[in-house]
Antibody, heavy 120, light 109 residues
């Protein structure tokens, strides 16, 4: 099974940006789809967007349009999620998750999560 | 706000059968497969049920899923203490977006 390892916790100021990485091992990265899901403290799961590395195709939840960018580097099997114009409500654990093509929202593998804290 | 509605909590005694509902619409559950995730405290979610009613290898057969129209359900039979967790349904939506349910906290009394 594919393993996903995310970058470490971040503390950011309001108005700044954060970029979280997610490196895959043990599988064929380019054939999968990577989604980013976040979870605010004590809250539920929220899908942010995804990328299909093989096609370099991305799409985002309407709520995050214009503020989030998901990219992928096939040479290092790493996906990135950048969120800009951070506000306190963006404090959350951010997960990357991998699905096989054609298996919408069936996430077989998850990263360990990255805590992003937005505080002045 | 999520477009998939789940009850915020559910509880049962060991050995009981518990059912969690997930209500959506024709643009999501009515058109796409439903997956279920179990999240233990402080950990990443784990795939429990996929494609409406399929269990990944390693998931006990106490867990089962079903779907009818625009609603889906997760059933846990023979409830055990280790089933205490948060459970989420998830599917795709016609607006090209993934959606999760609001989540259900299961307590074993």
């Amino acid at each position: 099974q594919v393993q996903l390892v995310q970058s470490g916790a971040e503390v950011k100021k309001p108005g700044s940006s954060v970029k979280v990485s997610c490196q895959a091992s043990g599988g064929t990265f380019r054939t999968y789809i990577i989604s980013w899901v976040r979870q605010a403290p004590g809250q539920g799961l929220e899908w942010m967007g995804r990328i299909i590395p093989m096609l370099n195709l991305d799409n985002y939840a309407q709520k995050f349009q214009g503020r989030v960018t998901i990219t992928a580097d096939k040479s290092t099997s790493t996906a990135y999620m950048e969120l800009t114009n951070l506000r306190s409500e963006d404090t959350a654990v951010y997960y990357c998750a991998m699905e096989a093509q054609g298996r919408l929202m069936k996430f077989d593998s998850w990263g360990q999560g990255t805590l992003v804290t937005v505080s002045a | 706000q999520s477009v998939l509605t789940q009850p915020p909590s559910a509880s049962g005694t060991p050995g009981q059968r518990l059912t969690i509902s997930c209500s959506g619409s024709s643009s999501n559950i009515g058109s796409y497969s439903v997956n279920w995730y179990q999240q233990l405290p402080g950990t990443a979610p784990k795939l429990l049920i996929h494609s409406d009613n399929e269990r990944p290898s390693g998931v006990p057969d106490r867990f089962s899923g079903s779907k009818s129209g625009t609603a889906a359900s997760l059933a846990i039979s023979g409830l055990q203490s280790e089933d205490e967790a948060d459970y989420y349904c998830a599917t795709w939506d016609d607006n090209l977006s993934g959606v999760f349910g609001t989540g259900t906290k299961v307590t074993v009394l």
